[in-house]
């Protein structure tokens, strides 16, 4: 799990670099940190970016990994993806 945590967290500065803009990535990141929203409702709000019951069923195990974690580690982890946003590697030229 903590493999696929990895593999996800390293794809985000790609997917702002690759032009795609961060407003929806970091929309998805504060859906995942979020503790108020349920398993369920996750997979229901990223419906669209699944095209599997299994690529479901692994969104739903990388909320889980997120619910596990206590208030500080999402705080820091919020903390640490606005750090990227505002990194060097992130910011668009207009």
């Known amino acids: 799990m903590k493999l696929l945590m990895v ?8 997917h702002c670099y690759a032009d795609s803009g961060c407003k929806l990535l970091e929309d998805v990141v504060e859906k995942t940190i979020n503790s108020d929203i349920s398993i369920p409702e996750y997979k229901e709000l990223l419906q669209e970016f699944t095209d599997s019951e299994a690529a479901a069923e692994a969104m739903g195990k990388f909320k889980q990994c997120f619910l596990s974690q206590s208030h500080r580690t999402l705080k820091n982890f919020g903390l640490m993806m606005h750090t990227m946003y505002d990194s060097i590697w992130c910011i ?3």
């Open 7 to 14: 593999l996800m967290l390293a794809t985000l500065p790609l």
């Open 92 to 94: 668009k030229s207009n």
